[in-house]
């Protein structure tokens, strides 16, 4: 499977504590983005790298989240002190700056569904 | 402001029937939309999209409209299938490539 992968798919947490999310997107795409989608909306933007430079962090990303993409391939979203307002899915994309169209196309993984109880 | 916007949270059709879902946007300064489907525990799906300089673009079995002065745009599916039900969303790149996507509409098809 070539798409962009993320893991885990569910994950269950008790208030309070850590969690980190992994996104390995497709091979050689050069940008990143990561969303949270809540039940019966959209995805929200939340922040987005190019390569391993992170370019952009919504205002919906608080102190407590804190996302990187070290060697700029996979990317890790930490979560520290969860609250239970953090309950969503939360969502890759990558897309590849270059080549022929302007406009890069978003391709998305399945999401990791966060519970925090 | 950052917006857009669905009109129908839901939509159910007969199979073998036409289906359209509608969109509304706010910036009139866009320039190229976007067509995702989400079906249940996956994540969204890139359909078609379309730039401003045009009023039309159609895929397979899928035709997307534009109408910039009403600034609104629709997704028009062919004979619609039992594996089309699923969350359709248009969404709206801005500087950076970022996303703005509307609320979505679900599409339930019935045999």
Not at chain 1, 31 to 59: C, D, H, I, M, V
Not at chain 2, 66 to 84: C, E, F, M, R, Y
Not at chain 2, 91 to 107: C, N
Request: charged share 20%; glycine share 10%.
């Amino acid at each position: 499977d070539t798409g962009v992968s993320q893991d885990p798919r569910h994950k269950i947490t008790k208030r309070g504590q850590n969690v980190t999310f992994r996104c390995d997107p497709i091979s050689e795409h050069n940008r990143l983005y990561w969303y949270r989608q809540t039940l019966g909306q959209g995805p929200e933007f939340l922040t987005y790298f190019q390569n391993e430079a992170q370019l952009e962090k919504s205002r919906l990303l608080s102190d407590r989240f804190s996302a990187e993409r070290p060697k700029g391939s996979f990317s890790t979203l930490e979560i520290q002190r969860t609250e239970q307002g953090d309950s969503a899915m939360y969502l890759c994309a990558s897309s590849d700056l270059g080549g022929t169209n302007p406009i890069q196309i978003q391709y998305f993984g399945a999401g990791t569904r966060l519970s925090v109880l | 402001g950052e917006s857009v916007g669905l009109h129908l949270p839901t939509l159910s059709v007969q199979e073998g029937d036409n289906s359209i879902i509608n969109c509304a946007y706010s910036n009139s300064a866009s320039d190229y939309f976007i067509w995702y489907k989400q079906e249940s525990g996956k994540g969204p799906q890139f359909i078609i999209d379309i730039r401003s300089n045009m009023d039309k673009r159609q895929g397979q079995r899928v035709t997307v409209l534009l109408n910039k002065t009403v600034k609104h745009l629709s997704l028009q599916i062919a004979a619609t299938q039992p594996g089309d039900s699923a969350v359709y969303f248009c969404a709206e790149p801005y500087p950076g490539g970022k996303l703005i996507f509307g609320q979505g509409t679900e599409l339930s098809v019935k045999p």
